[in-house]
Antibody, heavy 120, light 113 residues
Framework: QVQLVQSGAEVKRPGASVKVSCQASGYTFTNFDINWVRQATGQGLEWMGWMNPKSGNTGYAQKFQGRVTMTRNTSISTAYMELSSLRSEDTAVYYC?????????????WGQGTLVTVSS | DVVMTQSPLSLPVTLGQTASISCRSSQSLVHSDGSTYLNWFQQRPGQSPRRLIYKVSNRDAGVPDRFSGSGSGTDFTLKISRVEAEDVGVYYCMQGTYWPSFSFGPGTKVEIK
């Protein structure tokens, strides 16, 4: 079965960077894009971007361009999301997710989430 | 980026009544293949999101038939009939038409009156 296991919680100072990992299992890692979605406490879901594990191609939401970098290590079936120049508003749970459009019948798979706290 | 909006943002509902949530997109969600990739998610407190509806009106496996989706183009609706206590949570619409880019609505919080 498909599993996405994320790295543990992080506490960072404003201005620092954070790198969250997402290890995939139960399927061929290069078959599906990995998306990153975040959720600030008490707030909504916010799609951040996607990465194609086969090619390494990426696409980021306009809001995060210039601050987010999504990469992967195919030898260990792991995707990474790095967010730089952190500010307090970046305090959130970060999820990796597989969102399959075709076939549409397959529901998304989610990691368990990684809490990133930005505080001085 | 396609912008998704929802209304209302908060929806108190009486048990057994019907809840209706509206979702609008800034661009048509009709894909070049003719399909409309509009999804609805439910997020219960403390849980990850769960998809309820895909392609406007198709329920995912295990989703009660009290949940129904409708709409076209840029305007969509999720209805929850005979609301139960377990339906409390936040509901999000999400477009997949412009895959690989996605976007979520701001969410509608459903609570029991």
């Amino acid at each position: 079965q498909v599993q996405l296991v994320q790295s543990g919680a992080e506490v960072k100072r404003p201005g620092a960077s954070v790198k969250v990992s997402c290890q995939a299992s139960g399927y061929t890692f290069t078959n599906f894009d990995i998306n990153w979605v975040r959720q600030a406490t008490g707030q909504g879901l916010e799609w951040m971007g996607w990465m194609n594990p086969k090619s390494g191609n990426t696409g980021y939401a306009q809001k995060f361009q210039g601050r987010v970098t999504m990469t992967r290590n195919t030898s260990i079936s792991t995707a990474y999301m790095e967010l730089s120049s952190l500010r307090s508003e970046d305090t959130a749970v970060y999820y990796c997710a597989i969102i399959i459009v075709l076939p549409a019948t397959v529901p998304p798979y989610w990691g368990q989430g990684t809490l990133v706290t930005v505080s001085s | 980026d396609v912008v998704m909006t929802q209304s209302p943002l908060s929806l108190p509902v009486t048990l057994g009544q019907t809840a209706s949530i509206s979702c609008r997109s800034s661009q048509s969600l009709v894909h070049s293949d003719g399909s409309t990739y509009l999804n609805w998610f439910q997020q219960r407190p403390g849980q990850s999101p769960r998809r309820l509806i895909y392609k406007v009106s198709n329920r995912d496996a295990g989703v009660p038939d009290r949940f129904s989706g409708s709409g076209s183009g840029t305007d969509f609706t999720l209805k929850i009939s005979r609301v139960e206590a377990e339906d409390v949570g936040v509901y999000y619409c999400m477009q997949g038409t412009y895959w690989p880019s996605f976007s979520f609505g701001p969410g509608t919080k459903v609570e029991i009156k």
